[in-house]
């Protein structure tokens, strides 16, 4: 993309690599996607910094390591169904949309989910679909997913995104308080209805909210 600022996606892939980011894919999409259309213009200049940044209504656009790590997680080969929860700005949902055959995103705040489908049409990524609703509970129209990213801070794990898995797919999720998470990966097994729980790294992320977040009522 010639757009001025592909000297600054190179070196911002660079700082991904020395950061342990290894899956090539992801490097390419990091150094593809004008991560700068999906930051307020004020904040243009700091677009490529390896630094989440406020994008309004409270959200932010989350580290630029993070969202790489947690799309590298997922191991996707180009074939996959993978849902989003969680759309905020729109930039992983890109990156999501060069990774995987197709992506619904779900979000909770109707700007932002607009101000998202208008950048990525914009874009001409055709394969991701942004959804307004409660992604706390998954998107059952189009389960089950070979993937599913959870870009904000849940309580627990939520069963509804578990059970939206296919045999064998891959959840990445951070799981803790409102002030400290760790990013999660959970696996669900091919042959049961059951999963396994890795964690990966500690996160600080935006609250979920909705029925299976913060705002559900406790067990
Ligand atoms: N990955 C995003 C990006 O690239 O800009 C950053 C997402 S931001 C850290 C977290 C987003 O999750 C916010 O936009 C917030 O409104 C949304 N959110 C929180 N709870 C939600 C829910 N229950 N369903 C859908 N979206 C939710």
Redesign the pocket.
Known sequence: MTDGFAGYRSQLVETLQGKGVRDMAVLRAIGTIPRHL?VPESLRHRAYADA?LP?G?G????QPFV?ARSCELLRLTGRERVL??????????ALLSMLAETVFS????AE?ARA?HEVLRGLGLNNVSVIH?????GWRPNAPYDGIVV??ASPVIPEPLVAQLTPGGRLVIPVGSTNAQVLTLVTRHQNDAGHDELPVHDVR?????????F?GSPA
């Open positions: 999906f989440a994008i209504n959200q932010t656009i989350s969202q989003e929860v969680g759309t905020g700005s729109g930039y992983q949902t779900v979000e909770r705040i932002l998202a609703g409660d992604g706390s509970m870009a904000a992320f935006v609250p979920l909210r909705g029925e299976h977040g705002d």
